[in-house]
């Protein structure tokens, strides 16, 4: 079935650190590979998204790259904020599942 | 972008009532919606898609007669959580899609936070 591996945390950076959240992906068919944020307090919104091979996703300075070869939709970002502190999760759908599959998500804390 | 709503984002019940947790689509139509708990620090774990006009399809594991959803129209689902439990304490989210397709954005509800004593 289709699963979603996403590296645990918790992970604390400084501000202007380098970002990376590993996530990688089991599927049948071909999946579209998701990044979703949750906000203290708030619902999941979606953050950056790519629907086939070697597509790159990218929003509010974060990218990801859809990996077929490593099965792989890791998310990076070169200079992170306080304003970035959120919990983050990797999700994949198929054209042959209408669902979404979440990773365990991963809690950012950036500190000043 | 798609709204989607809950109602209501809060509740506390007592032991053995049942309670119900609204899922609407603003400004959009959605044939299906989902239905997710998330447990504290840990993700979403999908509990059934709702299909307007049809029967529910549940995950493994998800009791039908515990948790029942119904969606009457385009624009609403509804999960009932009957008899409550302590163990049903959680944040329940239901999502929807406007085009219909896996493959796209999938729009999120704020969630319901059930406390049952």
């Known amino acids: 079935g289709n699963s979603v591996t996403q590296m645990e945390g918790p992970v604390t950076l400084s501000e202007e650190a380098f970002l990376t959240i590993n996530c990688t992906y089991t599927?049948?068919?071909?999946?579209?590979l998701f990044w979703y944020v949750q906000y203290p307090g708030e619902g999941l919104q979606l953050l950056l998204k790519a629907t086939k091979a070697d597509d790159k996703g990218s929003n509010k300075g974060f990218e990801a790259t859809y990996r077929k070869e490593t099965t792989s939709f890791h998310l990076e970002k070169g200079s992170v904020q306080v304003s970035d502190s959120a919990v983050y999760f990797c999700a994949l759908t198929t054209d042959n599942n209408n669902d979404m599959r979440f990773g365990a998500g991963t809690r950012l804390t950036v500190k000043p | 972008g798609a709204v989607v709503s809950q109602h209501p984002s809060r509740v506390i019940c007592k032991s053995g009532t049942s309670v119900k947790i609204e899922c609407r689509s603003l400004?959009?139509?959605?044939?299906?919606m989902f239905w997710y708990r998330q447990f504290p620090k840990q993700s979403l774990m999908l509990m059934a898609t709702s299909n307007e006009g049809s029967k529910a399809t549940y995950e493994q594991g998800v009791e039908k007669d515990k948790f029942l959803i119904n969606h009457a129209s385009l624009t609403l689902s509804t999960l009932t959580v009957t008899s409550a439990h302590p163990e049903d304490s959680s944040f329940y989210i239901c999502?929807?899609?406007?085009?219909?397709?896996?493959?796209?954005?999938?729009?999120f509800g704020p969630g319901t936070r059930l406390t049952v004593l």
């Open positions: 599927a049948t068919g071909y999946p579209s």
């Open positions: 400004d959009f139509q959605a044939t299906t």
């Open positions: 999502s929807a899609n406007p085009s219909g397709r896996a493959t796209d954005t999938q729009y």
